[in-house]
Every structure is written in structure tokens, then in C-alpha cells.
């Protein structure tokens, strides 16, 4: 591990990563949120995978009523929400790191041809994509649509703390910025490997997972108590498998929500094959005396003592204070950034490229 980790700590500080690299992503995110002007009372978010799932996770834990995620091709869907909302109060955000998304540009074209007798388009719609030939960016400046340019270097599923994840955020949140407070925090910890507590950094969560994987524990069951965070869990699952899942490596996250999931998962969790390791995540709600939370929580510390009793492994227990406007946010910047920081240890251990997916490109060529 040792190799692995001055290995990551160089390249931070020697800002090879542009995801974490700080102080560029705040210049850039302050250059486009002083120059925005798209303000709307509601939100619909078009983008697939790390197009959208970071600033979703982030928004379903603030609880934000106001903002809409077409992540789908749910014809039925998008029609109901269409018609619940005020057209002329909305403004549509579409997404794609190359602008050639198939999911994306089919969205563009269908609400394009459904709203362009209903809104000014160039008013009411903003592209988030690569300056490039690809189709977003032609159509939308053809259109005078607005383009925010996302960054070449920075893939998806890490883009949280660029405009692809800030953006969005920023219209719902004036906090924004304190994401930025967690991930300064994440990467001080890291290059100086000070930890409060040891068992749930980077370094040690990379060790145990390449340790079980290595024995055969390929399944990591996140166990969420609090639907809040549920959203954090699609987008760690993204993270973990797309940058891992290569040559015969890497593990599959499973998003389990609690307590639904003890009624129809909870058999095979405990007396299945013994090839999975847990994670547990939990919304510390402040009102402690709520029946209902209390009960959540009851029903958590038996899952705790469920597990270890049957001697399944338990790597991580972990809370957010969902219902802290001041802490949530910084709370959310330093998870972000040490899931980050974790698959770059775990992929320097495992050999394999965590920034390439020649697999899905495979799947993307049957689709032309």
C-alpha cells in the first residue's frame, strides 16, 4: 500500500488530477456562476451516469422540490412531469461530458420539438458539454443556446467539482462552495496521512477491499438507512464499478435501501454465499426523539450485530447529518473526495486504468 499511496499523493501534488485540483476547479466554478444568468424557480436535469448523478445525490439529500432529473428514457415519465410543472418557470440543463450521449441528444430533440412552441428555447435551455464537433455543442450553439464548456481532462463519474455537479447544485443551493471546504479537508488528511478516524480513510477502506477481493469477497452490499442518501449510493455504485470493473478486477457495489431491502434481500445477505462484504450508511436525523427515526435507528444496530454475529465483514459505519444545512454540505465534499482517493489507491493495487471504460465503448458500437 505504501507504493500506492506516495504514488497518489504525488500525483495531488504535483496536480495531475484536475478533479481535485483545487484551487482550479474554485476559479472555474466562480467564472461561470458570476456569469450565469438562467435563474428559474424549477429545474430538469438532462444527463445520464456522472453527467447528473453527483448533483442528484447531493440535491435528494438537501431535499430539494424544485429540481427534476431526466436520467431515464421513460417516455411516461417525463410526459407527468412535464405537465406538473410551470413551463415558463423552468429551465432545462442538458449534459454530456462528449456530447455524443444517445440518451442525451434523443431527450434534446424530443423537448426541443415539444417546447419550441411553448418557450424560448435560447432562454430556457443551457448545455454542460466539451467545446467539440459533436452534436450538443453544434446544435446548441446553432440555436443560441447557452454552452458552459466542461473540462476535456475531467471524466464523468469524476466530475462532481466541476460545472457538470456545481452548476446544478448552485441553482438550488447558495452553499455551493462548502463542498469545496470537505474535499480541501479530504485532501490535507491524505497527503498527510492524519486521520480522526483511521478506519474509514482512503488508505484503510482501499486495504480491506483489495484484501477481500483478493480472498474472493467480490460484492460489497452499502446498506442505506434514510432514503436521503440512497441517491450517494448510485453515485459511489458508478464510481466504484465503472473505474475498477476491468481485466478480472474490481467488485460489485450493491445498493441495498433499508428497511425495505431486510423483506426481500436480507435471506441471501445472511445465509447465502459467503462472497459479499457490507457497508453501512445512515442519516443522523437531528429530532432523536421521532419514533420513527428512533426505530430506523434500532433496526441498524441489530443489522450491526446481525452481521458480525454471523461473522459476515463489516468495513464501514458511517452517518451524515442530513438535516444540518451548515455540515452536510462539507460532509459531502470530504465523502466525495475519499471515494475518489480510494479507487486511485485501489486501482494502482489492482493494475488496472480507473479513468478508461473500453468495455461500455463495445456495447456504444452495436448501438450505432
Known amino acids: 500500500m505504501s507504493d500506492a499511496y506516495q504514488i497518489i ?11 481535485l485540483d483545487v484551487e482550479n476547479l474554485k476559479k472555474q466554478h466562480l467564472k461561470e456562476k458570476n456569469n450565469l444568468d438562467f435563474t428559474f424557480k424549477n429545474y430538469i436535469i438532462i444527463g445520464i451516469g456522472g453527467s447528473s448523478q453527483g ?16 436520467d431515464h428514457l421513460s417516455s411516461k415519465q417525463i410526459e407527468k412531469t412535464l405537465l406538473a410543472v410551470d413551463l415558463l418557470s423552468t429551465g432545462f440543463i442538458f449534459i454530456s461530458k462528449s456530447g455524443n450521449t444517445s440518451e442525451v441528444l434523443t ?9 419550441k412552441s411553448k418557450l424560448d428555447l435560447a432562454k430556457h435551455f443551457l448545455v454542460i458539454t466539451e467545446k467539440n464537433t459533436a452534436p450538443l455543442y453544434s446544435l446548441a450553439e446553432h440555436m443560441g443556446i447557452s454552452i458552459i464548456e466542461h473540462d476535456k481532462n475531467i471524466g464523468g463519474r469524476f466530475s462532481i467539482f466541476s460545472h457538470t455537479g456545481l452548476i446544478p447544485i448552485s441553482l438550488i443551493s447558495n452553499n455551493v462552495e462548502q463542498l469545496f471546504l470537505g474535499l480541501e479537508k479530504s485532501l490535507d488528511n491524505f497527503i498527510n496521512n492524519d486521520y480522526e478516524i483511521v478506519d474509514i480513510s482512503p488508505l484503510s477502506m482501499a486495504n480491506k477491499k483489495y484484501e477481500l477481493i483478493s480472498n474472493g469477497k467480490k460484492i460489497s452490499v452499502m446498506l442505506f438507512y434514510g432514503d436521503e442518501l440512497v441517491e450517494l449510493g448510485n ?12 481485466q478480472n478486477f474490481g467488485y460489485l457495489p450493491i445498493v441495498s435501501k433499508m428497511t425495505q431491502d431486510q423483506h426481500s434481500l436480507l435471506q441471501l445477505y445472511l445465509d447465502g454465499p459467503r462472497d459479499k462484504f457490507f457497508e453501512i450508511y445512515s442519516a443522523d436525523y437531528n429530532d432523536s426523539n421521532d419514533f420513527i427515526n428512533i426505530t430506523l435507528s434500532n433496526h441498524k444496530e441489530a443489522m450491526i450485530k446481525t452481521l458480525e454475529s454471523e461473522n459476515l465483514p463489516i468495513i464501514r459505519v458511517d452517518s451524515y447529518e442530513v438535516e444540518n444545512s451548515k455540515k452536510i454540505l462539507p460532509q459531502l465534499g470530504y465523502i466525495f473526495s475519499n471515494s475518489i482517493l480510494e479507487v486511485l489507491l485501489l486501482s494502482e493495487l489492482g493494475g488496472v486504468d480507473p479513468f478508461g471504460q473500453d468495455a461500455i465503448e463495445k456495447q456504444k458500437n452495436f448501438l450505432k
Not at 431527450?107 to 417546447?115: K, N, R, T
Open 55 to 70: 448533483s442528484k445525490a447531493v440535491s435528494n439529500i438537501l431535499r430539494n422540490d424544485n429540481i427534476f432529473y431526466f
Open 235 to 246: 453515485w459511489l455504485k458508478q464510481l466504484f464499478a465503472e473505474s475498477l470493473g476491468k
Open 107 to 115: 431527450l434534446f430533440d424530443h423537448l426541443v420539438d415539444e417546447l
Open 9 to 19: 499523493k504525488q500525483n495531488i501534488v504535483e496536480k495531475k488530477y484536475p478533479f
